[in-house]
């Protein structure tokens, strides 16, 4: 399995609802992230776990909640979204293997997500 | 914030021509990689270039890298209308945390059959 699923492709929320977007790889890698991206734009990092532990996160607001249950798990838990945070999410992953930083990341297909 | 700048922001070519797209940074790099995107969805990895390599192919492609300009390109070969996409270039800087992965602004590119 060389790929990285995640759920659901397409997600319609309201500013009071709670949602997870979810996010599975079997590839064995060690590293999990989490991106956004706007319409026209490049992929911003948002978190960074390592070794399941939360390693980086780039200043983003409380509303966003990651969670690492597993190696090959991560979710993704969003609750008093704006408009604004409308967005296709990305999530990838990367092996931490010797040279670790030398590696290629694997993105899965994006959840686009709207907030109304 | 974003490391690389792509330039051209689009490029429109026709079957068969070939692609170049630059990129430039501005911190020292571990290394740098291309990535592709089709209408909005996930990014393929194309290919990776270490801070120590000058260039490299891959099938079609052929990316070099200058780090003494903080610049690299991208060359696709024999264009495709399937080649049409988002190109990114992004990078894993040198010290600090080597987990982050920044994308420049990247290519739309049009390949017209």
């Known amino acids: 399995d060389t790929e990285v699923t995640q759920t659901p492709k397409h997600l319609v929320m309201g500013m009071t609802n709670k949602k997870s977007l979810k996010c599975e790889q079997h590839?064995?890698?060690?590293?999990m992230y989490w991106y956004k991206q706007k319409a026209k734009k490049p992929p911003e990092l948002m978190f960074v776990?390592?070794?399941?532990?939360?390693?980086i996160n780039e200043s983003v607001p409380s509303r966003f909640s990651p969670e690492c249950p597993n190696s090959s798990l991560l979710n993704l838990h969003l609750h008093a979204l704006q408009p604004e945070d409308s967005a296709l999410y990305l999530c990838?992953?990367?092996?931490?293997?010797?040279?670790?930083?030398?590696?290629?990341?694997?993105f899965g297909s994006g959840t686009r997500l709207t907030v109304v | 914030s974003q490391q690389g700048e792509e330039d051209p922001q689009a490029l429109s070519i026709q079957e068969g021509e070939n692609a170049t797209m630059n990129c430039s940074y501005k911190?020292?790099?571990?290394?740098l990689q291309w990535y592709r995107q089709n209408s909005g969805r996930g990014l393929v990895h194309l290919i990776l270039?270490?801070?120590?390599?000058r260039e490299k192919h891959s099938g079609r492609l052929r990316v070099t890298l200058d780090t003494s300009k903080k610049s690299s390109s991208l060359l696709i070969t024999a264009s495709r209308a399937a080649d049409t996409a988002s190109y990114f270039c992004?990078?894993?800087?040198?010290?600090?945390?080597?987990?982050?992965?920044?994308f420049g602004k990247g290519t739309l590119l049009t390949v017209n059959p």
């Open positions: 990838a992953s990367r092996n931490l293997g010797g040279g670790r930083q030398n590696y290629g990341y694997t």
């Open positions: 270039i270490r801070s120590n390599e």
């Open positions: 590839m064995g890698h060690r590293a």
């Open positions: 911190t020292s790099i571990n290394n």
């Open positions: 992004a990078t894993v800087n040198s010290g600090g945390s080597n987990y982050k992965l920044t």
């Open positions: 776990y390592s070794y399941e532990k939360l390693s």
